[in-house]
């Protein structure tokens, strides 16, 4: 049973433009949602996170929404550019008994056309 | 370079052999936490320790246990591995607390197992 969920394997923007990426979760109790971005032979790389209790956070040019009732959150980054392709996967934390574990996605390729 | 180091970076075995990967978190990181991915999955939570004690056991194989040392350094070691068990396996190492979100991970260990 999937909690985090990207719907879109893959996305491809021409540079310059807008890239959205989806992501939905089904549990509750999740208090954060991070979003993590990985090139090919790397680890995951932290881009951006928002609490629970926030409706969007902004850092450059990715700005993350929540929309709780929903339980749907999406990343935005504008413009986009072509180092920007990579595979970006969605994280939702819980916290309890002194640990804060991170449920993801399985991810979704972006691809940005010079 | 997020800080954390992982050894080896490939590995190649045959069924029923026992593997054991090394992390070393960030300087001054209590916690390690141990991922699994495998083809076209996300990133699957498997064990998370805090200045050498278990805190969270996620989808963790009997077959599969970790262990965390005094020097923080982390080791997970699998046995009787079988052919599913071919994945990348990160290690991401954090501060602990309610108002850290992020965990940065290593470049991760790549086992196949013929």
């Known amino acids: 049973d999937q909690q985090v969920k990207q719907n879109s394997p893959s996305l491809s923007v021409q540079e310059g433009r807008i890239s959205i990426l989806n992501c939905d979760y089904t549990?509750?109790?999740?208090?954060?949602f991070l979003w993590y971005k990985k090139y090919p032979a790397e680890g995951p790389t932290f881009l951006i996170s928002?609490?629970?209790?926030?409706d969007k956070n902004e850092d450059g040019r990715f700005t993350v929404f929540l929309n709780k009732s929903a339980k749907h959150l999406s990343l935005h980054i504008v413009p986009s550019q072509p180092g920007d392709s990579a595979v970006y996967f969605c994280?939702?934390?819980?916290?309890?008994?002194?640990?804060?574990?991170?449920?993801f996605g399985k991810g979704t390729k972006l691809s940005v056309i010079p | 370079d997020s800080g954390v180091t992982q050894t080896p970076k490939h590995l190649i075995t045959a069924t029923g052999q026992r593997v054991t990967l090394r992390c070393s978190p960030r300087?001054?990181?209590?916690?390690v936490y141990w991922y699994q991915q495998s083809l076209d999955q996300g990133l699957q939570f498997l064990i998370h320790?805090?200045?050498?004690?278990?805190?969270a056991k996620g989808n963790i194989l009997e077959r599969f246990s970790a262990q965390q040392f005094p020097d923080l350094h982390s080791e997970l070691n699998l046995s009787s591995l079988e052919l599913g068990d071919s994945a990348l396996y990160f290690c991401?190492?954090?501060?602990?607390?309610?108002?850290?979100?992020?965990?940065?991970f290593g470049p991760g260990t790549r086992l196949t197992v013929l």
């Open positions: 991401a190492s954090s501060r602990t607390g309610p108002l850290v979100n992020e965990q940065f």
């Open positions: 549990n509750s109790m999740f208090d954060y």
């Open positions: 928002i609490s629970s209790i926030k």
């Open positions: 994280a939702a934390r819980t916290s309890g008994a002194g640990s804060y574990q991170l449920t």
């Open positions: 300087s001054g990181d209590l916690s």
């Open positions: 320790y805090y200045n050498g004690e278990e805190r």
